[in-house]
């Protein structure tokens, strides 16, 4: 079963608009950590937020901002006032804390649009 | 902080040809370390992972393998390149001293391989 699921392929919007991309996760593990990473075209794997399971507020750094909704089991990236440089893949991951190697397990990824 | 040099950057080889991508760690010391593979639109794929000098995990079997001859470095191989062995492959890294909080994973630049 996927752990993590990001139903949208592609999402478009013009700059200076918010935007929320989507991601549910599944596990039976109380301890664990969700995060969200940007890619742009050069493959690079930009950090952008975490929120730990035990966290009782909404993470947010800057335009981003994690809305944690922990019995829906989603976590999903809001980013306010989309600028033309966010428009990149963006990647919902997550880290159970009995998961060997503390691997990051990834969803499938949303590509984000900006336009003027 | 930490810092992963991978190389090459990009890479074109035959069907059949043999494969070696390196990835070395600096500013930190007996990290984990993970090589991903992300297809073309694709999210990443956990293929390997390492907790210690010697020690491999494999996620996926596949026609890949990887060593850990140092602490800071970690090696993907192949004998026989596929042409399904395309992709973009990153190596990461967590630092080992980090608790469940500890949002520390650091990615390299990539590898863009493709098979031909």
């Given at each position: 079963a996927q752990k993590i699921t990001q ?16 991601c549910t996760y599944d596990t039976s593990d109380p301890s664990y950590g969700l995060f969200w990473y ?11 937020i975490y929120q730990g399971s ?12 994690l809305?944690f909704?922990k019995?829906?089991k989603s976590a999903?990236l ?13 990647f919902c991951a997550m880290r159970e804390s009995n998961q060997?190697?503390t691997a990051l397990i990834f969803g499938k ?8 | ?42 999210g990443l794929?956990l ?53 469940i909080?500890?949002y520390?994973y ?11």
């Open positions: 139903t949208q392929p592609g999402m478009f919007v013009q700059e200076k608009e918010a935007v929320t991309l989507d940007k890619q742009p075209s050069s493959g690079e794997m930009i950090f952008l035990y966290d009782q507020q909404n993470a947010t750094e800057g335009r981003y901002s809305n909704q019995a829906r999903n809001v980013i306010s006032a989309s600028q033309l440089g966010d428009s990149a893949m963006y060997a190697g990824g949303t590509t984000l649009s900006v336009s003027s | 902080s930490q810092t992963i040099h991978q190389w090459p950057a990009t890479l074109v080889q035959p069907v059949g040809s043999p494969l070696s991508l390196e990835c070395t760690v600096e500013g930190t010391s007996n990290p984990n370390l993970y090589w991903y593979r992300q297809a073309a639109g694709r794929q293929l390997f992972y390492s907790v210690g000098i010697g020690q491999i995990s494999s996620e996926v079997p596949q026609n890949l393998s990887a060593s850990r001859p140092q602490d800071r470095q970690f090696i993907l191989s192949s004998k026989k390149l596929l042409l399904s062995d395309s992709g973009f492959y990153l190596c990461a890294c967590l630092n080992r001293q980090g608790g909080s500890n520390g650091t990615f390299g630049s990539g590898t863009r391989l493709t098979v031909v």
